[in-house]
């Protein structure tokens, strides 16, 4: 009798080691349903959006801030193509970029660790385009093969704006420097030549190719005596004096003399300072002072 009871007790208690591993799998069970709950709550909590796409850049996951920032609701989203999601341009980009990372992965030459950060133009719902930056990693399986991308997007539609106003602004500015009726040169604190515009040339004869790198002194547009007043000056402009307008005489190629009034500052470009002058040929000036002295002393003469 006592070994029946044994016998059967025994049946319906599982040994201990069967009882470890379940109990073990429950709670890896349990511990990835509380990674999984906790991972939601963050993604659905951020501004950024969160997504995840497969091979063939269809959403299969985004969380709820695409609304805000695309107006799209993660349903609506779900359901779009990539080609409905991006702008032509940006869609050709992204198609390109996900071609060459797959024959990175075929050849075998790919980090399977790698971020990859693109910018991308997207539509919004109301017909209007954001521009998001996308940190992109790779979704692999447990063979390491390459299954699908998780992002996370940014909108950086203002900062493009003002990237694109910044170069519209350099580039009216570089436009007035080339075409402005004064020379204007820009040289380092020790007098290096490294920027001419295109009345600089003119007045001095010289191609700004001919005379960047160079010093005053080297490019032989001043005298010993003038460099000497030019250096006094560029050490007022270093106390942050503005100088001018001062009178110089240049020595043109060819050993030609040519007046000129100077202005002069120093300023901060990128980050470095610089001597910044604007030069104006004062000949007709000097030859109309000339002119006049010498009536006046004949008028005095009669």
Not at 36 to 51: C, G, H, N, P, Q
Not at 80 to 89: D, G, K, V, W
Request: net charge negative.
């Amino acid at each position: 009798m006592t070994d029946k009871c044994d016998k059967k007790e025994s049946s319906k208690t599982p040994p201990l080691e069967i009882r470890n591993n379940t109990d073990a799998c429950r709670n890896i069970e349990d511990a990835l349903r509380e990674s999984e709950k906790k991972y939601r709550f963050l993604a659905e909590k951020m501004t950024d959006i969160v997504w995840i796409g497969d091979m063939s850049l269809r959403s299969t996951y985004v969380s709820p801030s695409i609304e805000a920032t695309l107006g799209f609701t993660p349903e609506e989203r779900l359901a779009q193509s990539i080609e409905e999601q991006l702008t032509p341009a940006s869609m050709a980009y992204a198609a390109e970029l996900l071609a060459r990372e797959l024959l990175l992965e075929q050849e075998g030459k790919a980090d399977p660790n790698r971020t990859l950060t693109v910018e991308l133009e997207y539509c919004h719902k109301d017909g209007s385009t954001r521009w998001l930056e996308n940190i992109l990693n790779g979704i692999r399986d447990e063979k390491g093969v390459l299954i699908g991308i998780h992002g996370v997007s940014r909108d950086v539609t203002r900062r493009r704006k003002a990237e694109e106003a910044l170069k519209e602004s350099e580039a009216s500015l570089k436009s007035y420097m080339e075409n402005a009726p004064d020379g204007i040169y820009m040289s380092g604190l020790d007098g290096t030549f490294l920027y001419g515009n295109r009345k600089s040339e003119e007045i001095v004869g010289y191609r700004r190719e001919e005379m960047i790198g160079k010093n005053f002194l080297e490019a032989g547009l001043l005298s010993e005596k003038e460099l000497n007043r030019a250096i006094e000056l560029l050490k007022d402009n270093l106390e942050g004096k503005p100088t001018g307008p001062d009178e110089f005489e240049l020595i043109a190629k060819g050993g030609r003399p040519v007046p000129v009034e100077i202005n002069t500052s120093v300023v901060q470009c990128g980050d470095r300072k610089v001597s910044l002058g604007f030069v104006r040929d004062i000949t007709d000036r000097k030859k109309a002072e000339t002119a006049l002295r010498e009536s006046e002393k004949n008028t005095g003469s009669l």
